[in-house]
């Protein structure tokens, strides 16, 4: 897929231009000393910002969530990117107000800056993109006096309607970073592969995500068959009717306050589909490292934590015959040895199998680093709900935003 229908940075020279570029570095973080404990996504954009090397480049971009404990600044970011990229980043301590914007109207072509996490400020998480409220708000009005550019390279935040994402349609060109070229084309590239089978692993523990998805995946036929793991198949195996043990009804109910709504979901995915999931067979469980068949009593101190060796079996096989392959999501608590097993050799099938590959998501991406598969596993994506929105079909804002933008300035 080469051509988009929004602007590409081959369609403009970006020397000496002032240029906004949104990315999405959000990562996981030591809570007791702020450390970045992986950088996948930061490596990901170094080809857009090297691209940028002759610009006046301001860099926006967002880690955690308020009242999370990496709800942090920035700072330690731009010093991360510094050691990645070799160049200066300049770090400034807002997003805007007299002291960032007389910073950015300073600059000089190659010159680097950052801004704070812009998620510290309400207007990015409080605000959708109704009646045109982003394009309204003061993060807009104070930044789009600045730029004559608007790279949106934050492929992970794409089904996210948010101020610094696609607040700037109307200010100026908005144009895709290489890496959302690659992300699309890549995604592009299996939704629209003929070689069957076509298959999804979704694991993990955001069963909201994965329910959202296992029904346009089977209905438009974007993949063949599901392989379920980790608290995802638990909930698939409540609704048919699997003893899960208390523990684990417990944690889908704390995690998930429409839990009710999403086991009725699942229960009518399996009605219609129940030949083209593939849910797992026996578990192992925490503490007590026991392994047990589906349908036996999962006592109520113990959690599943990890498939067993038949579900392995059982699911290598599909994982084997397949043409296409979409991972998301670990088999259990892969971080703890002892329950590491199934997901490490179900990733390892796949990372063998014959077949073009897409992985995504936060504990995927872990997981793949910690069992140094990485070379193996086809193209690996900084998306989670972003990549799974897309391969659903879902509408995606800030896609449409860019589109919409290239209708308003025309041209190249």
């Known amino acids: 897929m080469d051509d988009f229908p929004f602007y590409t940075m081959n369609d403009f020279d970006f020397t000496d231009k002032r240029v906004y570029l949104r990315i999405d570095i959000n990562s996981p973080i030591n809570p007791i000393n702020g450390e970045i404990l992986d950088d996948t996504r930061f490596r990901h954009h170094i080809q857009t910002i090297n691209e940028l090397k002759s610009s006046k480049l301001v860099i926006v971009a967002h880690q955690g969530r308020p009242g999370d404990s990496d709800f942090v600044s920035l700072r330690n970011h731009a010093r991360h990117l510094e050691k990645l990229i070799g160049r200066d980043v300049t770090f400034v301590d807002s997003l805007f107000g007299s002291a960032a914007n007389d910073r950015i109207r300073g600059m000089r072509a190659g010159e680097i800056i950052m801004l704070e996490n812009s998620r510290f400020y309400s207007e990015e998480i409080m605000l959708r993109d109704e009646d045109d409220t982003l394009v309204n708000t003061h993060i807009v009005k104070n930044l789009s006096q600045l730029f004559d550019y608007y790279i949106i390279d934050a492929f992970a935040a794409i089904h996210r309607a948010q101020t610094t994402l696609t607040g700037f349609r109307n200010a100026g060109p908005n144009i895709a970073g290489r890496l959302m070229e690659n992300e699309i084309k ?26 959202q998805v296992a029904r346009p995946f089977l209905e438009k036929n974007i993949v063949d068959q599901i392989i379920l793991g980790g608290v995802v198949a638990n909930i698939f195996l409540w609704a048919s009717g699997v003893d899960i043990g208390l523990r684990n009804r417990e944690f889908i109910i704390k995690h998930n306050k429409n839990h009710e709504k999403l086991i009725t979901e699942c229960k009518s995915i399996l009605s219609k589909y129940n030949k083209n999931i593939h849910m797992p067979v026996d578990f192992v469980l925490n503490p007590s490292q026991n392994r047990i068949n589906i349908g036996e009593h999962v006592p109520d101190k113990d959690l599943i934590a990890d498939i067993g060796i038949e579900s392995v079996l059982k699911f290598s096989k599909i994982i084997e015959n ?21 997901t490490r050799e179900l990733f390892n099938d796949v990372a063998q199998a014959d077949a073009l590959k897409i992985v995504g998501g936060g504990h995927t991406i872990n997981a793949i680093n910690e069992f140094s598969l990485e070379p193996s596993m086809g193209y690996i994506s900084t998306g989670g709900g972003a990549l799974i929105n897309y391969l659903s079909g879902e509408s995606i804002p800030v896609i449409e935003s860019l589109i919409k933008n290239r209708a308003l300035f025309g041209g190249n």
């Open 322 to 342: 397949a043409k296409n392959i979409f991972l998301n999501g670990p088999m259990g608590m892969y971080e703890i040895n002892e329950y590491s097993l199934g």
């Open 186 to 211: 890549n995604i592009e590239a299996f939704k629209q592969s003929h070689e069957h089978p076509k298959i999804a692993i979704l694991g993990g523990s955001k069963i909201s995500d994965a329910i």
